[in-house]
């Protein structure tokens, strides 16, 4: 079955410096790769969206990248500030199945 | 336009007892996603509706089912509650069919607690 793996453990950085999330899966190689943000009590929030031919995705201060290869995606953001704090995941969706899959979110502290 | 909405926001029930939750998407979207959350098990996928019929269901027992209504509104229902089914459920609306390349619009969220 399909893995999904973000860092469990929360990622401390100082504001202004840029935050970089891993997803990584396993077996198949997904059609498309959504990023999601999630503060505390509420429901998920979409950020980006790449699919499987595209290398890279931005969006003002947030960046994607997805290597089919190394079968991972990063997702960065640049000149963070303390209001980007909250979880992020990441949720590939694989043709195989017809699943939108979640990974199990990485919180991300921005410390001012 | 008017987000996702899910009621009731809290629920506190018993074991054994059935539980209904409502989501009504945002006004055009025809697709309607349930997810559970835990903090062992993360966001899960439930099944999605489209056009009133079930498209896709995720694995979960039998005791797990949902419906979707011609205005798109949905409801998902779970009998004879178990304490593992404490949980967040999550109500997710998007334009069209097809989870992967839809952006997905999530509500609030039904907190269930089960005693």
């Known amino acids: 079955s399909q893995k999904i793996e973000q860092n469990s453990e929360a990622l401390n950085i100082q504001e202004g410096k840029t935050a970089t999330l891993t997803c990584n899966y396993t077996n198949y190689s997904p059609a498309y790769l959504q990023w999601y943000r999630q503060d505390p009590g509420r429901g998920p929030v979409f950020l980006l969206l790449i699919r499987e031919n595209e290398k890279e995705k931005r969006k003002e201060r947030l960046k994607v990248t997805f290597d089919t290869t190394l079968k991972q995606s990063l997702f960065h953001i640049t000149a963070s500030q303390p209001a980007d704090s909250a979880t992020y995941l990441c949720a590939p969706f694989f043709d195989a199945g017809n699943m939108l899959t979640f990974g199990g979110g990485t919180r991300l502290m921005v410390k001012p | 336009k008017a987000g996702v909405t899910q009621t009731p926001r809290y629920l506190i029930k018993t074991r054994g007892q059935q539980v209904t939750l409502s989501c009504s998407p945002i006004s055009g979207h025809r697709s309607v996603s349930w997810y559970q959350q835990t903090p062992g098990q993360g966001l899960q996928f439930l099944f999605e509706?489209?056009?009133?019929?079930?498209?896709n269901k995720g694995n979960f027992p039998g005791r797990f089912s949902g419906r979707q209504f011609s205005n798109s509104r949905s409801e998902m229902n779970v009998s004879t509650l178990e304490l593992g089914d404490s949980a967040l459920y999550l109500c997710a609306s998007s334009l069209t069919e097809g989870r992967g390349h839809n952006e997905q619009f999530f509500g609030p969220g039904t907190r269930l607690t089960v005693l």
């Open positions: 509706y489209f056009s009133e019929t079930q498209r």
